[in-house]
């Protein structure tokens, strides 16, 4: 995907402000009181998604052709995937190639969730700050047995409903934002008004950021100290939308962090305030040409991470249907 060659840069404002410690607790202690209210605080933002939501997305698949929005996983080493995912064959032994009769090629496969490379989704109890995870479960649930609550279980029947795509870079007129660029809440109304889509109540919002196509012109970079994600301010733009989920092509957060003394504001902000389920590093590259060729930037959207009842996360899969 090239930026269109007929759409001209959009200006665009100075670099948002970085917050103070107490700007930030201050915004989070907002976002958690208006994010909470009406909501089951046992599944989070997840409740605004109401099945009529699923019916109404379902009715407006047009030629049902499905799209992935993750990512290959990887098993090499690179800049921003020091311990990558294992896969080895278990079998059949190599004696056995040649044997007669039935055998089974069988495989193994291990995974550091929460990596910087590949897709996946966070649960709830992912995110602990001062002491707790969402809605005031204390911390001590996490343990190395296992998370006790707020798990990927709350997720073990999938999230499918309206998906939404708002691509930060094509609305600048740039192939991807740069690593520690910021998107604003401004960014994300301009880029309603450009796509001629408006993110609604119990709606599956991805940002893109064209961090995977500048990985695959330029080369893998350290992610964890450098990339492009949301500011912290643009938070409030998914509460009043009343977003049930968010996904980006990054990690949500831009590195190096708007917020002093706190890495990852936009984590903490959806997750432990908004209680939004968030999808790190997701690949949108084949989904942008297929909303064009169809003029529409929605569609319907499944997610089916794994069933790992006591996890913190999983990989993920989402389709768009279009």
């Known amino acids: 995907m090239s930026a269109r060659s007929s759409h001209p840069a959009t200006p665009h404002s100075a670099a948002p402000h970085a917050l103070s410690e107490a700007a930030f607790r201050s915004l989070y202690r907002r976002l958690r009181d208006q994010a909470g209210e009406g909501v089951d605080r046992r599944r989070g933002a997840l409740g605004r998604l109401r099945p009529e939501h699923v019916v109404a997305a379902a009715a407006e698949v047009r030629c049902g052709r499905t799209v992935s929005l993750a990512a290959p996983i990887e098993t090499g080493p690179g800049p921003d995937d020091p311990q990558p995912a294992s896969h080895r064959m278990i079998g059949p032994v190599p004696q056995e ?140 733009f998914l509460v009043e939308r009343r977003v049930a989920a968010l996904g980006s092509d990054g990690n949500n957060d831009t590195a190096p962090s ?36 169809q003029g529409r930037w929605h569609f319907l959207c499944v997610i089916a991470p794994l069933r790992l009842p006591a996890a913190t996360g999983s990989p993920v899969n989402p389709i768009a249907v279009l």
């Open 97 to 236: 190639d040649d044997a007669h009769g039935l055998r089974f090629a069988l495989d193994r496969f291990a995974m550091n969730v929460h990596g910087d490379a590949d897709s996946h989704l966070d649960a709830l109890c992912h995110v602990v700050f001062d002491g707790e995870l969402y809605g005031g479960v204390p911390a001590s649930t996490v343990t190395p047995e296992g998370a006790g609550a707020l798990t990927l279980d709350l997720v073990r029947d999938g999230i499918v409903g309206r998906g939404v795509l708002l691509d930060i870079p094509r609305l600048r007129g740039v192939p991807w934002l740069e690593p520690g660029d910021h998107v604003t809440a401004e960014d994300l109304v301009a880029a309603e008004g450009d796509q001629h889509v408006t993110v609604g109540p119990g709606d599956l919002l991805f940002v893109r950021v064209g961090h995977r196509r500048r990985r695959r012109t330029l080369g893998a970079w350290d992610a964890a100290q450098a990339r492009a994600g949301l500011h912290p301010t643009a938070m409030p």
């Open 258 to 293: 708007a917020v002093a003394g706190i890495a990852f504001p936009v984590h903490v902000l959806a997750m432990n305030a908004m209680g939004l389920h968030l999808m790190d590093y997701l690949d949108f590259e084949e989904l942008v040409p297929a909303c064009e060729r």
